[in-house]
């Protein structure tokens, strides 16, 4: 229904998800929330595949903040799990998907890093869509590491305070090999960002949907594309202005 109506010429070339619901999802069912988890590990798949099909070159989803280390352990444990079962080669070999990891991977169990590692290697070269996982990953985190950097090649000489630009803030950003995406979808029906992609989300369009992140189907991401479209991106112009330079 939704997808007649996109306008394949203005797609986004970048769309982050905010995978919110998995919890409640499952508990709705009377399952455990590692039930919804895995049922969103599956969506997850699913939705890169629909947006590969869309011709949409990159795709970012927030699988797990640093605050998320403070939940149980037991949830945590299942998470780890699930993403080291999640991260088989032969699902992004097929779909020719490029796999990126960003976050405080240093965080991270030894074989689950061995995995995303492997992953990233033997997937560098797929050229069909850029999958990235934001795991262990926060802005804070990301703004803190990239004033460290900055700081410190003003420190070695390398850098002058007074050549400091936003571009140079966007060189040491954990993104820095993608555009900002355009799109920000976000499920579950919190409406907050969440401390994800704070920096690189300053004129992305936000789209939230009470739809839990299970049940986010290829008709969900058609609709939202769809909004996305609908919207004038201004940039900080008057709408006249915008028309005008169509």
Same mark, same amino acid.
């Given at each position: ?32 929330r590692s039930f919804g988890h895995t049922a969103g590990a599956d969506t997850l798949h699913a939705v890169v595949r629909c947006a590969k099909n869309l011709g949409i070159p990159y795709v970012t989803f927030y699988a797990f903040s640093t605050e998320n280390w403070n939940r149980p352990k ?17 699902? @992004? *070999?097929? $779909? ?6 960003? !976050?405080?991977?240093? #965080? +991270?169990?030894?074989?689950? /890093? ?62 820095? @090999? *993608?555009? $900002? ?6 499920? !579950?029906?919190?409406? #907050? +960002?969440?401390?994800?992609? /704070? ?48």
């Amino acid at each position: 229904m939704y997808k007649e109506k996109i306008d394949m010429s203005r797609l986004p070339k970048h769309i982050a998800f905010i995978m919110d619901g998995n919890g409640r999802w499952a508990q709705a069912r009377g399952q455990q929330r590692s039930f919804g988890h895995t049922a969103g590990a599956d969506t997850l798949h699913a939705v890169v595949r629909c947006a590969k099909n869309l011709g949409i070159p990159y795709v970012t989803f927030y699988a797990f903040s640093t605050e998320n280390w403070n939940r149980p352990k037991e949830e945590v444990n299942a998470l780890l799990k699930l993403m080291v079962k999640h991260l088989e080669e032969e699902l @992004f *070999m097929k $779909d020719n998907v490029r796999f990126r990891l960003i !976050g405080d991977i240093e #965080r +991270l169990p030894q074989d689950m /890093l061995d995995s995303c590692n492997h992953l990233m290697e033997c997937t560098k070269n797929n050229t069909a869509i850029t999958m990235v996982v934001a795991f262990s990953y926060s802005t804070h985190w990301e703004m803190e590491q990239a004033v460290k950097q900055i700081a410190q090649e003003v420190k070695d000489g390398k850098l002058d305070v007074e050549d400091i630009t936003d571009k140079t803030i966007d060189e040491h950003m954990a993104t820095n @090999f *993608m555009p $900002d995406p355009e799109l920000l979808i976000r499920t !579950g029906g919190e409406q #907050r +960002l969440s401390n994800f992609l /704070l920096w690189q989300t300053a004129y992305s369009e936000l789209y939230f949907t009470d739809t839990y992140w299970p049940d986010f189907d290829d008709e969900c991401l058609y609709k939202a594309i769809v909004d996305y479209q609908g919207r004038q991106r201004r940039f900080g112009k008057t709408g006249e202005q915008v028309a005008e330079e169509k």
